[in-house]
């Protein structure tokens, strides 16, 4: 006898009108957070910053320089630091920090502790832990190469710098040079940075300073120094 096929099995219709009715069960999965580094913090705002973080200006330094020299504006590297703890760290650490954890250059990473400390109230403006210091810049339209020799050769330092009383320390080929103020014993602190093939920029930190108005008196005097030695290496 030949074997009697089953039809499936229908559901009724009202069997069919509850399922689906029946709400269905929706999954969802939960993304685990990865850790934000704080050299990859995302930036305070898309493009360049307000009107009122361009104006800002710390340790003598605007924040339309800061973010040139370092990629980011005052605003952005309190807020990073803020994060990073830096309120309860000594000065040595937060620039130490700084230049190992974000490749911040010596004097930049020093520059940016200061105006740190100044904004949270850690510090006096100018103020560091041995003493206060003075700070000068200047873009030079000439090589970074020709800019260091203007410094590090004697004759023509005598140049720009007739009769001052310093006596170099230490000096990287190009880099920077450390320098003695003769009277007194201050120190400092010289930076080179080429801007491209035909303009460099020099920075200097004059630390170990007495006094407020110490800083006052040094910083006239390296600017109208930094004016005339533009004006050497700009005459052609």
Do not use: C
């Not at 069919?16 to 929706?26: G, N, Q, S, V």
């Not at 520059?111 to 100018?126: C, D, I, N, S, W």
């Amino acid at each position: 006898m030949a074997a009697t096929r089953k039809s499936p099995s229908r559901k009724a219709p009202a069997a069919r009108k509850a399922a689906a009715k029946r709400p269905r069960k929706r999954v969802t999965t939960t993304r685990k957070a990865s850790p934000r580094s704080l050299r990859k913090a995302p930036r305070a705002a898309a493009g360049r910053p307000t009107a009122r973080a361009r104006a800002l200006r710390l340790a003598g330094v605007g924040s339309e320089a800061v973010l040139k020299a370092t990629g980011r504006a005052w605003e952005e590297w309190l807020n990073v630091l803020d994060r990073a703890g830096a309120k309860k760290m000594p000065h040595k650490d937060i620039a130490l920090m700084l230049s190992r954890k974000f490749s911040v250059p010596d004097w930049w990473s020093q520059m940016l502790t200061v105006g740190y400390e100044q904004a949270r109230g850690l510090r006096k403006v100018y103020q560091k832990a041995d003493g206060f210091s003075a700070y000068a810049s200047k873009t030079v339209g000439t090589q970074v190469a020709r800019l260091y020799a203007a410094w590090s050769d004697p004759a023509l330092r005598t140049r720009w710098l007739p009769d001052a009383p310093v006596e170099i320390n230490r000096s990287t080929d190009g880099k920077s040079i450390r320098m003695r103020w003769t009277q007194g014993g201050s120190r400092i602190d010289v930076g080179f940075y080429s801007k491209g093939d035909e303009k460099s920029m020099v920075a200097i930190e004059h630390g170990k300073l007495a006094d407020e108005s110490a800083v006052a008196r040094q910083k006239a005097y390296w600017s109208a120094a930094l004016a005339r030695l533009k004006a050497l290496l700009e005459t052609r």
